[in-house]
C-alpha cells in the first residue's frame, strides 16, 4: 500500500484520518503543522501528503509549494482537504488548491470518500 504522510492543525481531525488510511493498510505518518509536514515528507518520502488547507503558520498553499521544492517532491502526490474558516468559505480553499494540488476532498468526508480519493491518487500502491 501507499506511504502517506497526513498535515493538519486539528488534532482529532488528524487521527480520524490516519485511523481510516491505516485500516486500509496504508503505512501512514502524521504531522500538526506545515513546516513539519515538509521536514518529515524529506525524511519519509511519501507517495502522497494529505494536507488541510487552512493552518496557522504555514497554510495549505505554502506547504504544497514547500513540497514541491524538496528533492524528490514532484513525484509527491498532493491531495487537498479543507472545511474552510471562519474568514475562507470551503469551496473558495478548495479553488485555489485545484490549480496547486492533485486533487481535492471538502471536510466533510467519511471513509469511503477518502479512500477513493487515495485510491485516484496513489493507485494499489
Known amino acids: 500500500m501507499a506511504r502517506i504522510l497526513v498535515i493538519d492543525d486539528v ?8 485511523a481510516s488510511l491505516k485500516r486500509h493498510g496504508h503505512e501512514v ?26 493552518m496557522p503558520g504555514m497554510d495549505g498553499i505554502d506547504t504544497i509549494e514547500r513540497l514541491r521544492e524538496i528533492p524528490g517532491g514532484g513525484a509527491i502526490k498532493v491531495l ?8 475562507v468559505p470551503a469551496a473558495d480553499a478548495l479553488i485555489v488548491a485545484e490549480a496547486i494540488a492533485d486533487g481535492v476532498l471538502p471536510k466533510p468526508f ?13 493507485g494499489g500502491r
Do not use: C, Q
Not at 503543522?33 to 494536507?51: E, F, I, Q, S
Not at 487537498?80 to 474568514?87: E, T, V
Open 110 to 122: 467519511d471513509n469511503t470518500e477518502l479512500e477513493a480519493a487515495v485510491t485516484a491518487l496513489v
Open 29 to 54: 505518518e502524521e504531522a500538526a503543522n506545515g513546516a513539519d509536514g515538509v521536514a518529515k515528507a524529506a525524511r519519509v518520502r511519501p507517495d502522497l501528503v494529505v494536507t488541510d488547507m487552512l
Open 80 to 87: 487537498a482537504i479543507s472545511g474552510g474558516g471562519s474568514l
Open 11 to 18: 488534532a482529532g481531525v488528524r487521527r480520524s484520518i490516519v
